[in-house]
């Protein structure tokens, strides 16, 4: 009895995008809400467990495309930039968070409301392709309590180049 009542509670917790394979762990993927046609965002963080690896592409069949991105501050000025690829070393968690790399999704191909969920795959040069689960929660969503954001600042607070924000 004891064993069917904690299965059922951990059948009711979500578990919000976690995926592993191939020695890499994606945990906590989540987006902003956003409208169609407009602009998305993926924050998550990958873990190796496997031999030192780079994220080179990533892709989600919301948006006519996604990039990996990294804000940053050149000044006081807060500006993004593309990115190529991204090390990811075994032991040493690499956050996609406000204020920092990001997956940009451009051109998003239907509205992104809170509490959907949405496939982004990640290729690694080693490790190939993993796909995990994004939450979406509210727009203006910042990272929960915790986690090192800009600054201070979170990034939905920044101006962005060219008036975007992410």
Do not use: C
Not at 55 to 71: N, R, W
Not at 101 to 106: A, F, P, R
Not at 117 to 129: I, N, Q, R, S, W
């Amino acid at each position: 009895m004891r064993r069917l009542f904690l299965a059922a509670i951990m059948l009711a917790i979500p578990v919000q995008g976690f995926a592993e394979a191939n020695g890499i762990k994606l945990e906590d993927a989540w987006s902003r809400a956003a409208a169609a046609g407009r602009v998305g965002v993926v924050y998550l963080t990958i873990t190796d467990t496997g031999a030192a690896d780079r994220l080179t592409a990533v892709a989600s069949p919301v948006a006519a495309s996604a990039g990996l991105h990294e804000s940053y501050d050149d000044h006081g000025v807060a500006k993004m930039r593309s990115v190529a690829a991204l090390p990811v070393e075994p032991g040493k968690p690499v956050s996609l968070a406000p204020g920092g790399y990001h997956i940009m999704l451009t051109g998003l191909k239907q509205p992104l409301h809170q509490g959907d969920e949405f496939p982004v795959t990640l290729t690694f040069d080693k490790a190939g392709a993993v796909t995990t689960t994004v939450t979406v929660r509210k727009a203006g969503a910042s990272m929960p309590m915790g986690h090192e954001t800009m600054g201070g600042m979170q990034m939905h607070d920044m101006p962005m180049q060219g008036g975007q924000r992410q």
